[in-house]
């Protein structure tokens, strides 16, 4: 997968669009010397990385994907202990404890980034993917992965309730009974099982380089369709699963947003053409 890079300094990342087609962008895991473990850098470039991609106006889809033997080994130990170190040294318990909640908040958004993006966001999936890196795939809207993709919520074993998505938004994806097996017990489950509880979709490819080829013509089918629709479509999907309003407010909802956008060149093309073409927004 040949990518052209945007301009900017992304650390531990591969930022920019794909070469045959720009309308697929994609972010690349590049710490593969450690497993892509998110430390400050990557923490700190990652929510930037998905900003810069969504203001490309030729964008319409994001890829996901990683470099190296794993997926993503979560967090990184080094920079968990000194964040902690860091924490602790404040004297003051209210203070230090207003800085942790903080500290966590920060992470947090820069998961939940992915879903702030407007654009469907199709994580692909190779090798290992532990702690870290299951909040990370759960924000994405599309989970696809390689044969040798494994899974494992790590965070109860390391003494840790996981803060940073896993536990809200795993059960949404998988269903409660599930999601509490692979938490409480941290498990370590394959491709195929993933694929039967519904955390990944599809299984493509023996591994990285078998997944990443064929995530490309999914990718740009996406890429494709109509920029009005595909944002609109992420749009309902989370308030729908957000809102905790049931079917009927969900309907009043999408009443509204379809009121205030459906009526489009692009609906004037899908409608017309056999084969339609929609213009940047």
């Keep these: 997968m040949e990518v052209k890079p945007l301009p900017g300094v992304y650390e531990h990342l591969v930022v920019g669009l794909l070469a045959e087609d720009a309308g ?21 470039s990652f929510p930037k990385a998905v900003a810069a ?21 979560g967090i990184d130990v080094r920079f968990l202990a000194d964040s902690m170190a860091r924490l602790h040294a404040i004297a003051c318990p209210g203070r230090l404890r207003e800085a942790f909640r903080g500290y966590v908040l920060g992470l947090q958004a820069a998961i939940t980034c992915l879903e702030g993006c407007r654009w469907p966001v199709v994580a692909a999936i190779h090798g290992a993917c532990v702690g870290g890196g299951i909040d ?10 390689a044969a040798d993709a494994t899974f494992c919520v790590k965070e109860v074993d390391l003494a840790i309730t996981a803060d940073l998505g896993t536990l809200q938004r795993l059960p949404r994806i998988v269903g409660h009974g599930v999601a509490a097996d692979l938490a409480l017990t941290a498990r370590t489950i ?20 078998e997944l990443l080829a064929a995530v490309v013509p999914l990718a740009r089918a996406l890429a494709a369709k109509s920029p009005l629709a595909l944002l609109g479509t992420k749009r309902v ?3 729908t699963r957000d809102s905790g309003g049931g079917v009927a407010a969900g309907l009043e909802y999408v009443a509204t947003h379809n009121a205030a956008m459906l009526l489009s060149d692009d ?13 940047k927004l």
């Design 24 to 44: 697929v962008g994609v972010i690349e895991l590049a710490r593969p010397q450690k497993h892509n473990a998110f430390d400050a850098e990557l923490w700190a």
């Design 190 to 209: 394959g491709a195929q099982e993933a694929k039967s509880i519904g955390l990944v979709t599809q299984v493509l490819g023996g591994g990285r380089a």
């Design 53 to 73: 991609l969504g203001a490309v106006d030729s964008v319409r889809v994001v890829v996901l994907c990683a470099q190296g033997p794993s997926f993503c080994s």
């Design 136 to 145: 990370l795939v759960t924000a994405a809207d599309i989970r696809v992965a």
């Design 237 to 239: 999907l989370l308030h």
């Design 267 to 279: 609906l004037t093309a899908a409608m017309t053409a056999k084969h339609p073409t929609f213009s």
